[in-house]
């Protein structure tokens, strides 16, 4: 790093010297303005007036015969690195199975477009450039579909009904898009310090949202999971267990969140004790089944526990942002 000197200009303002690289390589002159934003760990940005902002573009070659999972992977790894375009390109014609691999991936997230199509390339932009949506209503979002998911869920271990049962999968898939969504703008605002000043959420902020969201979308995924069970046995569960057990991770969830939300300690450290209490209980319980080959329902029960593991994750995130929740120290 280099040091430049401080000076006094007049009564009250202050001057630093530019390095004469960095303003030939920015084609800059006397007299140009230069923008100065100030981040929230006291450093100063700078940067030419009137330059755009942008998250690049990456360009991706087709390798020949690649495996459509391992395509789609990589473009997953891209947008979650926040590039504003993504080109992929072939040698050749561009296969069938590519191109349906490139629409999965589109549908799998938030605000990505194809803007152009050829024989031989096809471009996508994300066209969520600015800030234009909240992380945290984002992620509040994503909070409330999983508590109405466990809400409709109850009734149905009772009565599984298929097409309530695949409402409930259908929506996981929202809530995976909302997590990548996090976890790009996380990244975006680590990469790009001028992000996170537009976002007004600072990086330390991003990476504990990015935790909880993924916490969110496991327990999404363990409630698709049960949901799939009981559409594919179609048997009603009669056990009071499972259904005490189901009832349980409702609450849990809902204190865990608020706890992190509302950034109370002492409801956060409540939510662990209560989790670390019912993971004993219901662990006996789950065994039982086990035993005596009840499968299904100890298979719907381990979902249902994990959800309590889970929400626990999200009331430990809450306890680490409450404790440091202060700035730290500089040296």
């Known amino acids: 790093m280099e040091y430049r000197k401080i000076q006094r200009t007049g009564g009250s303002s202050y001057t630093i010297s ?20 100030e981040l929230r760990t006291g450093e100063l940005l700078i940067m030419p007036s009137g330059k755009r902002h942008s998250f690049g573009d990456f360009t991706l070659d087709i390798k020949e015969n690649e495996e459509p999972k391992h395509l789609l992977r990589t473009l997953v790894a891209l947008y979650l690195k926040g590039y504003s375009t993504i080109n ?19 549908s799998s997230v938030i605000g990505v477009e194809i803007l152009e199509e050829r024989q031989d390339a096809v471009v996508l932009r994300d066209l969520i450039a600015t800030p234009d949506l909240d992380p945290l209503r984002i992620m509040d979002r994503m909070a409330s579909m999983v508590k109405s998911d466990l809400a409709e869920l109850r009734p149905l271990l009772k009565k599984p009904l298929a097409p309530q049962l695949e409402e409930i999968m259908q929506r996981d898939s929202q809530i995976d898009k909302m997590y990548l969504f996090i976890a790009k703008e996380f990244n975006r605002a680590l990469y790009y310090p001028w992000y996170e000043g537009e976002l007004g959420v600072s990086v330390r902020r991003l990476s504990s949202m990015r935790n909880v969201s993924k916490q969110i979308e496991r327990i999404g995924d363990h409630i698709e999971s049960a949901c799939r069970l009981l559409s594919e046995y179609g048997n009603p569960i009669t056990e009071g267990e499972i259904d005490e057990l189901l009832q349980t991770s409702v609450v849990v969830f809902d204190d865990a969140y608020r706890s992190y939300s509302s950034s109370d300690l002492a409801l956060a450290q409540s939510v662990v004790d209560e989790v670390e209490s019912a993971a004993e209980k219901y662990i006996g319980v789950l065994k039982k089944y086990e035993s005596a080959g009840s499968i299904y ?18 009331a430990e995130a809450a306890i680490d942002d409450a404790v440091g929740s202060e700035e730290m120290p500089t040296a």
């Open 88 to 106: 992929v390109r072939s040698r050749g014609f561009i296969q069938s199975e590519t191109r349906r691999v490139i629409m999965e991936f589109k």
């Open 18 to 37: 530019l390095p004469k690289e960095w303003v030939e390589e920015n084609g800059l002159k006397e007299g140009d303005a230069l923008g100065l934003q």
């Open 297 to 314: 329902a100890f298979l719907v029960g381990e979902d249902l526990r994990r959800i309590l593991f889970y929400s626990s994750d999200i």
